[in-house]
């Protein structure tokens, strides 16, 4: 997928008229639920509705947008993406998936094995 419509993906998550992203948007665009999105962001599910902007809420969609855009690189297609980054188990971290690791504040591990992938290293 270009950097152009990862852009436009991103552009969508983006809260309205505001320099934040949407907490809900994202939601919608991984086909989870608002308490799944604040199990994955480790903040209470009232945050997610309640206090969108909250630096911790923001800061762990943050790191999903980077895992994505990493992801995107590798996948070329942004269905492919968004289930790889829900569903498939990934060896090199005892199966767990990269929704697993992003909650357990594992992002840039996830990214590095990205890059990785992109560089042809692995797979």
Do not use: C
Not at 77 to 84: A, K, N
Request: no cysteine.
């Amino acid at each position: 997928m270009s950097a152009a419509a990862f852009d436009t993906f991103l552009e969508t998550l983006r809260e309205p008229s505001r320099p934040t992203l949407s907490p809900v948007r994202m939601a919608q665009a991984l086909h989870m639920g608002v308490s799944d999105l604040a199990g994955l962001a480790r903040v209470h599910r009232n945050t997610v509705t309640g206090n969108p902007e909250s630096a911790q809420l923001q800061g762990a969609l943050r790191d999903i947008v980077k895992v994505l855009a990493a992801a995107y690189r590798v996948n070329d297609d942004r269905e492919r993406t968004l289930f790889w980054f829900i569903n498939h188990p990934i060896a090199e971290f005892g199966y767990q998936t990269a929704a697993d690791l992003v909650r357990d504040g594992k992002s840039e591990a996830v990214i590095r094995y990205l890059a990785t992938l992109e560089g042809g290293a692995t797979g």
